[in-house]
């Protein structure tokens, strides 16, 4: 019997030092709370860390990836294919445009299935939104060749991925895409949000190698009002502004970038600590038949914003639901990502998707927990949840 710890072992903490909180009080105390120079600088470390031409800061992802498909042109009717595991946000934003997400299945590693997104084009398609599940690449090289194919826009949502790399360049790096065909118009968001890799509390970020795009981003995020509000009241500009299209109102506080600095200088610190606790369990588990580790490749380095093992519950006498409450019980907090798009209520009634539409996001969705896994843990934390699941596993064989 395993001794069950004395304090909860929450499943995500965000981990903020002295310097993130130095900073926020150094902003406060300038006396310039709104979009200004902590976020002209956060944008510019952002944008080297990435290798990326322009980054646009947010206040969201899911505000990055609205905009992004207006600024591509998104139109009522028209028609974006969204992987069905994902967080819902990759789907509203579509419906947000009055366009129609097209949900597509997904393959045993999570990621979107290039052949399933090429069997959904139709005339109306615009553009494809694939997501980085867990803080793994999809399948770079196959969906820009689909984009290139049938002239789409792709905008990548890399929520989970900063950091993350494909052939050895990182999300949202233009080398990604300079050797692609110029023509396809294609953004990148990553998410700050509380649980992400690094966070900012609440925020996003969308790199481009597109000069176009990235000045409609940027009217975009705030009102498209031709000057930003800093650029406005400093000395460096004046109190005239344009507006050349009606924008939105995502604009990133300095506040939030102040976290963000500091965050995006311990990234790669968060990495090696999140691959080492993914080995961890992957040791555990490896020679348990029940268990399924997740998929990696040689040629993407992955991040590991989450650590997702798939259970054989036919296997076993124990439900996923049960699992979890026992995980409960030993003080570990636990988790499912995601409930497939097509399985919510708002999707089935609005365009008639229904249970038994994407198999393997079905089949994945009914066997997959995520496991705690961030920098504030312990080793010891890690260890810790890794024999309780491998003791649950073996006391419920049937
Ligand atoms: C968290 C998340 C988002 C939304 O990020 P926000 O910054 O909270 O808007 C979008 N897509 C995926 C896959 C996510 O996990």
Redo the contacts with the bound molecule.
């Keep these: 019997m395993i001794k069950v710890r004395d304090s909860f072992l929450p499943f995500s903490v965000p981990d903020i030092g002295e310097e993130e909180i130095l900073e926020v009080i150094d902003t406060i105390k300038s006396g310039w709370l709104t979009t200004g120079p902590k976020v002209a600088q956060f944008e510019q470390e952002f944008k080297e860390y990435v290798k990326a031409s322009h980054a646009i800061a947010v206040n ?6 609205h905009i992004s498909l207006a600024a591509i042109g998104v139109k009522p009717g028209d028609e974006v294919i969204v992987p069905t595991l ?2 819902v ?2 789907a509203n934003v579509v419906v947000h445009l009055g366009a129609i997400p097209i949900l597509v299945d997904v393959k045993d590693d999570f990621n979107i299935n290039p052949f399933e997104i090429e069997k959904s084009i139709t005339s109306r398609t615009k553009a494809i939104i694939p ?1 980085h ?1 867990g803080g793994q690449s999809c399948d770079l090289d196959a969906i820009y060749d689909i984009a290139r194919n049938y002239g789409l826009s792709v905008i990548e ?1 890399a ?2 991925a900063v950091g993350a790399t494909y052939r050895n360049y990182k999300i949202g790096s233009d080398e990604l895409f300079s050797y692609r065909d110029q023509n396809i118009k294609r953004t990148v968001v990553f ?3 509380a ?2 890799n690094i966070t900012t509390g ?3 970020m969308i790199v481009t190698n597109d000069d176009n795009l990235a000045e409609k981003l940027r009217l975009l995020s705030l009102h498209g009002m031709s000057k930003d509000a800093w650029k406005r009241y400093s000395n460096l500009g004046n109190w005239y502004y344009e507006v050349t299209l009606a924008g939105y109102k995502y604009n990133l506080p300095d506040i939030l970038a102040a976290i963000g600095i500091h965050q995006l200088r311990k990234i790669e610190r968060f990495i090696s600590i999140r691959q080492a606790y993914a080995r961890i369990y992957d040791e555990f588990f490896s020679n348990i038949p029940e268990i399924e580790i997740p998929v990696r490749y040689t040629d993407r380095n992955h991040v590991f914003h989450l650590y997702v093992i798939r259970l054989s519950f036919d296997r076993l006498k124990i439900s996923r639901e049960k699992f979890i409450e026992e995980l409960k019980r030993y003080n570990i907090g636990a988790s499912v ?2 409930i497939p798009v097509h399985l919510h209520p708002f999707y089935q009634n609005t365009y008639g998707y229904k249970l038994g539409d994407f198999p393997n996001a079905e089949k994945i969705y009914n066997s997959i927990i995520s496991l705690p896994l961030y920098p504030k843990m312990s080793e010891s934390d890690v260890k810790y949840v890794a024999e309780v699941v491998k003791n649950l596993v073996e006391k419920n064989r049937k």
């Design positions: 969201s992802c899911t505000a990055g990836l994902t967080f946000s990759t997501v599940y949502d929520a989970h998410s700050f949000y649980t992400k609440e925020g996003g990502h995601f």
